[in-house]
């Protein structure tokens, strides 16, 4: 009976020492590819490492890896604690794989595994599902050409073949499809007109997919019929947009209309980055707007708008309108919907380029001391923009002949709403020209504040104030002093002036 007992605790021992024993646990400790995406399945290895000496036939008979659903057939290589496992054919690209191991496999000790080892990877570029993002004709919408195309705006490029497999028209209707726009827009064109008056259902499977074989998440259904449309466009407004997107509607001039009163209308307040919006009543071709509109007394008008079917068309001006300026928008008779229904009126806008931010700087008049040492009373004298010969006092007493007097001049200019010359535009564009050499001056800098006098000039308290710093050395001789600023002086707003500013005095 001792015998029997003892010989049994030693089968028991036997079949459990290996877990009684151990002092780690049997597991993959690295593997390979890793999870995530491999753009190159070509380059994939597949392998496993253990932290014991594994039992190979029994790694090798627990060992799956499938690729979308499907196992894949290999050969094993082994390298002490390390497999390989190298398929049969190489992995394929847009598939999603499964590496696994039971937990029955185990060492060369008969340690089994406590948990059982699976990772994923994928060849796969993304897991976006495609989305119909919109589609031409709209749901229940009525179009009047029989020759429409379908068009249909995916998120992300799709392939051809899948349109022909996954799209459907309800009654059937044979076509080409074609792809724009980097494979994202789908264009159906019926190779025969399409029925009058008839509804047509367009359906889209499920199983439609982009380029990565990821398939469209929910079934798509839309109906339209085909019939007559005709009824004329018409311009329902039209609008000056600003740089803010400020919308103003433009006055419409009815004085040429029968039983119209004789006045001209006029819309005023147009800024310089304005830009013109043409609303229609429905979908219009934007090369039938572009023709039919003229622009009379400004040039370089731009259509913003892209090209095809839309009801708003925008308009901007690469040569900006010259202040003060009248043109006028004028759009001829022609504009056409998709049916070729065309506009029967002439509409005429007259605009005056007269906004409150474009005006360009214009020099007011400037001011100069006589006495520029005497900190006292320098004797200021002050000479406006149209002061055309008069006398401008300087004399030996206070500016020596052919001796350097620091000195100043102050120009005071008017300026759009909230704007203020550019400094370094003035001092380039600053000059004083004279006949008989009377006197010359040398510009040392500018200032645009704590100027020599803190005081403006009395009435020029709302004008834009500069005072440009120098030398003036005058002569003996007597002529014309002209003070000039050449064409081009520019404020802070981008306004410019395009005429040369000047001031003419006589010594």
Do not use: C, Q
């Given at each position: 009976m001792n015998k029997l007992y003892i010989f049994l605790l030693f089968i028991i021992f036997s079949f459990n020492s290996c877990d009684i024993l151990r002092t780690s646990e049997f597991e993959v400790v690295s593997w390979s590819p890793g999870e995530g995406y491999h753009p190159e399945p070509e380059k994939i290895i597949v392998s496993l490492s253990f932290s014991h000496n594994p039992d190979r036939s029994s790694i090798e008979r627990r060992f799956s890896l499938t690729g979308d659903g499907g196992r894949i057939k290999g050969v094993f290589i082994w390298e002490n604690k390390k497999v390989t496992f190298s398929p049969l054919t190489p992995l394929e690209k847009n598939?999603?794989?499964?590496?696994s191991l039971s937990v029955d496999a185990n060492d060369t000790d008969g340690l089994s595994m406590d948990i059982a080892f699976e990772r994923n990877f994928t060849t796969r570029a993304g897991s976006?599902?495609?989305?119909?993002?919109?589609?031409?004709?709209?749901?229940y919408e009525t179009i009047s050409d029989p020759r429409s195309?379908?068009?249909l705006q995916f998120s992300i490029p799709i392939p051809l073949n899948t349109l022909y497999d996954n799209v459907y028209f309800?009654?059937?209707?044979?076509?080409?499809?074609?792809?724009?726009?980097?494979?994202?827009?789908?264009?159906?064109?019926p190779s025969e007109p399409w029925s009058l008056n008839k509804r047509y259902e367009i359906r889209i499977s499920t199983s439609l997919t982009d380029n990565n074989e990821m398939n469209i998440r929910n079934d798509f259904t839309s109906v339209f019929t085909v019939g007559m449309d005709n009824e004329a466009p018409t311009l329902l407004n039209a609008n000056r947009i600003t740089k803010n997107n400020e919308i103003f509607s433009l006055e419409l001039d009815t004085s040429g209309y029968i039983g119209a009163v004789e006045l001209l209308t006029e819309t005023q307040g147009w800024e310089k980055d304005d830009r013109l919006s043409l609303v229609f009543s429905e979908p219009v071709d934007a090369l039938s707007v572009k023709n039919c509109l003229n622009v009379e007394n400004a040039s370089g008008h731009v259509m913003e708008t892209t090209v095809g079917y839309q009801t708003e068309f925008i308009f901007y001006f690469e040569?900006?309108?010259?202040?003060?300026?009248?043109?006028?928008?004028?759009?001829?008779?022609?504009?056409?919907d998709k049916a070729g229904n065309e506009t029967k009126n002439e509409y005429i806008y007259r605009i005056f380029a007269n906004g409150e931010f474009s005006k360009p700087p214009a020099l007011v008049g400037i001011r100069i001391p006589m006495a520029p040492e005497n900190q006292t009373d320098p004797e200021l004298a002050c000479f406006e923009a149209d002061s055309l010969?008069?006398?401008?006092?300087?004399?030996?007493e206070n500016y020596p002949s052919d001796k350097k007097t620091e000195t100043w001049i102050e120009l005071y200019f008017e300026t759009a709403e909230g704007a203020s010359i550019d400094p370094f535009s003035l001092m380039e564009l600053f000059r004083i020209e004279t006949s008989n050499n009377v006197l010359t001056f040398s510009p040392r800098r500018i200032k645009t504040n704590n100027f020599s006098i803190p005081e403006k000039q009395t009435g020029w308290e709302e004008y834009d104030r500069l005072e440009i710093a120098g030398t003036l050395t005058n002569s003996i001789y007597f002529g014309v002093v002209n003070f000039q600023i050449a064409a081009g002086l520019k404020d802070n707003l981008g306004n410019k002036n395009e005429k040369m500013l000047s001031i003419s005095l006589i010594k």
């Open positions: 598939s999603n794989f499964t590496l976006e599902r495609p989305v119909l993002v919109s589609h031409y004709p709209l749901n195309e379908i068009r309800n009654p059937s209707m044979i076509g080409l499809w074609s792809l724009e726009n980097s494979g994202k827009l789908a264009i159906f064109t040569t900006i309108p010259t202040y003060e300026n009248r043109f006028v928008f004028r759009l001829k008779p022609g504009v056409k010969f008069e006398i401008i006092p300087i004399t030996d």
